[in-house]
Nanobody, 114 residues
């Protein structure tokens, strides 16, 4: 029932920006906190940002000040605005919900390279 569809990734030069989207379905979206994770080759999946059901946000130190998470409950969508991108941001980005933390989408690839 749960479906998470990430999109918006691509190839961008250092210092550039991307906006990722995650469209969720199969649960009452507005009731649950949502999170963004990322996983680079050879590394563990790491938490990037979260947004609560009331809109409170938290960020990993590595992205704080550069990334912004937001949600549009009417669209069952969360976003990740990524600015000042660095090569270390290269990873597959995934969204996740507290409703079913074991459900993951296919992710969207972000590559930061000149």
């Amino acid at each position: 029932q749960v479906q998470l569809v990430e999109s918006g990734g691509g190839l961008v030069q250092p210092g550039g920006s991307l906006r990722l989207s995650c469209v969720a379905s199969g649960f009452t979206f507005s009731r649950y906190a949502m999170k963004w994770y990322r996983q680079a080759p050879g590394k563990q999946r790491e938490w990037v940002a979260s947004i609560g059901s009331i809109g409170n946000t938290n960020y990993a130190d590595s992205v704080k000040g550069r990334f912004t998470i937001s949600r549009e409950n009417a669209e069952n969508t969360i976003y990740l605005q990524m600015n000042s991108l660095k090569p270390d941001d290269t990873a597959v980005y995934y969204c996740n919900s507290y409703y079913r933390a074991d459900y993951w989408g296919q992710g969207t690839q972000v590559t930061v390279s000149s």
